[in-house]
Each structure stands twice: as C-alpha cells, then as structure tokens.
C-alpha cells in the first residue's frame, strides 16, 4: 500500500506497549527527535490512557507538541487546552461501586491532574503512581465532586476484556465510551470521547488533511485514532483485532518500532 511519508504533519503515539518499551521506557534519544520534528513542521501527539499531567511530565510543552490524555477526555496543544470532557459525579460514582460490588477490580477516577483510589486499595500505590503522579486516597466515592475525564477499572488479575464484556459494557456500552487497555484496564468516557476524537481536535486546530496524519497503537483503545488518519499502523506485538484494523505494521515496542517509522518520516521530510 503506498504512503506519502513527507506529506506527514501530525504523529500521534499511544504510550504503553507502543512507543514506550516493557520497562516503561522512551526510545533512546527520542527527545533529540523530538526536535527534529518539530523543525520538520510535525507535531508530535502523546495519545494515551494517561492523564495529561503525566503526559506533560515526559513531553514538557513546547511548540510542536499535543496531548491527548485520558484516552481523549482531555485534548491540549502545549498549553492550551483544546478539549475537556468531564463525567458528571452521579456517573463515576455508580461506576465506582460496580466495580467494587461486581468485579475484583480496583475503581480510578481520573482527572487531568488528579486521580482518587479508594483507601483499601492503597497496596496498589507504587503501580498506579507510574501512570497517575498525583494519588489522593479516599473512604468513599459517594462523596466525592471532583473534575473527571476518566472512570477506570484496574484488573490485577488481567481479566479486563472480561469484566468487559460481562459487566461494563452490557451497564454503560450504550451511554458511554467503554473500552479495554490492554489486559489490565477498562476505560470509560463520556460518549464519542476516545483517542480518535482526541486526533481530530488536533488536527482541525492545526489545519491538518487526513492523509496528512500518522498514527501507532496496541491495543482497543486506539482503535479509533488509528481510524481518523491515512498513516495508521500497528506495532507487530498489538494485538491481532487492531493489527487487522490498521493500514501497516511497525516494529514491536521492544525493538522501537515508532522510532523507525519516524526515522523514515524525518528522512522524507528533510530530505
């Protein structure tokens, strides 16, 4: 299938699994390519489950630069923040308490800068913490009236597609945004909130053409942001539903497949 690899103005990346390698790690030297790309006149898109506070931490804002963070509950260009979608209390809270009734899951209500964990689950801290930088550990979601983009499911057992398809989907599927992250989360949002949304708030604030977009996923989470682009790929370690679903196939997360590709997009482009 032939792509035009120098009419690419916009990469939009999903972070686990996918740019960042099993240890949670960036690519060497990416942020040196990072540069380049924004010299090249790409804007480079973290889109991931993460909220934009973390995203910020690993690509502090700067020309050049999108966020797609809670898996699109919150869009920003640097600073600016293009897109916001809250859940409304009464929401999360009902959430918050399947979860606790009907799965063995762990609730997370998520926001651009904060996350709440109930206080039984602060066994949980040092892994949440890698994808949530600020915890605040609460007795009892009935109370709580914060700024939410995100309502997620922690499954340490690695059942989300599971409790999935047997619990949240059939409760919230047609009200909601309900998808999976992998084997350990189930994400929910607002409904039409999801990373594909999140690519094309970007672009249209950018002025970007479909075919002038690139995108990379694992996972069901991306799936509708490797829809809203021409240059959709999967890395070869995604699962099979979104390798089926995108256009090309990069390098596994492990052999820094992203990097490669965008090695070939600043050859082009600079060339």
Known sequence: METKLDAVRMIASDMDHTLLDEHGDLPPDFHHYLRRLSAAEVTFVAASGRPLNRLKQMFPPREGIGYVGDNGGTVSYG?????QSLLAPEHYRAMAAVTLTSTPGVPVVSGPDTAYVSSRHREHEPYLGTFNPRIVFIDDFAGL???VDKFSVYLPTGESRRYCDEVFAPAYAGDFSVTVGGPLWVDMMNAGVHKGHGVRVLAAHLGLQREQLMAFGDAANDLEMLDEVHHSYAVSNAYEEVRQRARF???????????TVIRQVLAAREG
């Open 249 to 259: 196939l990069a390098g596994s997360n492990a052999e820094h497949g992203v990097l």
């Open 145 to 147: 009236d914060a700024a």
């Open 79 to 83: 600073d600016t923040v293009l897109f």
